[in-house]
């Protein structure tokens, strides 16, 4: 019975071994996977999901329900992603967010929302479009773009006195989106967004910073990794040629590779640490890996596929997938957010920018090596061992034999 249970762990080791090389040299598969990852996500919404992430932090429950119906509009389920509009623009979507903010609720609600509604839009054939699905967009847009010319500095308010120029970004890549979809109206506030932004990056980066001051548009805590793994998703479509040397100028500054291994994306700029909070999670090593999971879409976004890839094939290894025939879960489910976060990250593609040339490669396939040889190390160790055991059980058995 020892001999036996000894062999069957032995291959218990081998198998998951093997399990993870092929996780990390595999082509990531990203629509299979996304549209299995949003079965769960759809069952766990049902379940009440979206009201735990609120209680996690002060957006869970609409984005939640946000990244499930974006990631929709990307695989082309519209229906899906109206139910999620029609969830996070109610009384419930609305409810952590302050009325009396210019534009109503704030920017991050209005942008996020925005966003949402316009992708259901850009989807559908102008002629089937919903009147007033379109009427709500040109007024939410109205509403955004009236706030921006009217604010002296580019970084609105989500919450009271509080700006996050993430927040701003989304807001402003949705009046990008409106000037696709219906008669140009907003170029010129852009424009001056950009100019504004331009003027109020992170010193110490050159990057958008995390927070600012509402009243001056000041930097008032550097770039992170958290808000720039979104704002690098939504750069390119506002003006492609800045969002480009964003981008570069992010993966510069922030990719890693812990211990030598895999991709990931510090939460500080590299040289420097800071405190882990609600956005960023736990911070191993200094990495964040919400972050980690979001640049995987601003990679693809900007036509970086062999960055998205390694980032995807990390996360296949780290983030323990779990299969069945209609569903995938990571970290066995636990945390819907961040199965959110991944599906809308690799069905990631363009809605207002043309697909751009892939920037010069920063990573390439020889990345891999250390894990594949911690893997093969790993699949045949049980088996030397065992090997060497029995070649020292029968050595000592000659020995006794001859005594």
Do not use: C
């Not at 990531?28 to 769960?40: E, G, I, K």
């Not at 596929?305 to 569903?327: S, Y």
């Amino acid at each position: 019975m020892a001999r036996v249970l000894r062999l069957l762990l032995a291959a218990a080791i081998s198998v998951v071994a093997l399990v993870g090389a092929v996780r990390l040299i595999a082509p990531p598969d990203h629509t299979s996977s996304v549209r299995r990852q949003l079965t769960f996500l759809r069952s766990a919404l049902e379940d009440g999901a979206a009201s735990q992430a609120q209680a996690q932090f002060p957006e869970g429950y609409f984005f939640l329900y946000a990244l499930y119906g974006l990631s929709h509009v990307d695989i082309g389920d519209l229906d899906a992603a109206r139910w999620a509009l029609s969830r996070i623009d109610s009384a419930e979507g609305r409810e952590p967010f302050d009325a009396g903010l210019t534009p109503a609720y704030g920017v991050f609600y209005r942008g996020w929302l925005n966003w949402l509604r316009g992708g259901i839009l850009l989807h559908e054939p102008a002629a089937t479009r919903d009147p007033a699905e379109t009427a709500a967009f040109e007024r939410d847009s109205a509403d955004l773009a009236a706030a921006f010319d009217a604010s002296p500095t580019p970084f609105l308010a989500a919450y009271p006195g509080q700006a996050w120029p993430v927040d701003s970004t989304v807001a402003v890549a949705s009046l990008a989106l409106h000037d696709k979809l219906v008669t140009p109206a907003y170029g010129p506030t852009i424009e001056r967004w950009l100019s504004g932004v331009r003027v109020n990056l992170d010193p110490a980066t050159g990057l958008m910073p995390h927070t600012a001051d509402v009243d001056t548009g000041l930097p008032t805590a550097g770039a992170r990794g958290t808000s720039q793994s979104i704002i690098q998703r939504f750069l390119p479509e506002i003006d492609p040629e800045f969002g480009r040397a964003q981008y570069l100028r992010f993966r510069d500054t922030f990719l890693a590779r812990p211990l030598g291994l895999g991709p990931a994306v510090r939460e500080y700029p590299r040289g420097t640490d800071g405190p882990a909070d609600v956005d960023s999670g736990p911070l191993p090593l200094g990495i964040s890996l919400s972050a980690t999971v979001v640049t995987v879409g601003a990679a693809k976004v900007q036509g970086d596929e062999p960055l998205a890839d390694a980032l995807a094939n990390f996360g296949e290894v780290l983030g323990v997938p779990i299969d069945t025939w209609h569903t995938r879960r990571y970290a066995f489910g636990l945390v819907p957010i961040g199965d959110a976060f991944l599906a809308w990250s690799k069905s990631a593609r363009p809605w207002v920018a043309t697909a751009p040339a892939a920037p010069p490669a920063t990573i390439s396939g020889w990345w891999r090596l250390p894990l594949l040889t911690f893997f093969l190390l790993m699949g045949t160790g049980p088996w030397l061992v065992r090997a060497g055991w029995r070649r020292n059980r029968s050595r000592r058995s000659k020995i006794a034999f001859r005594i």
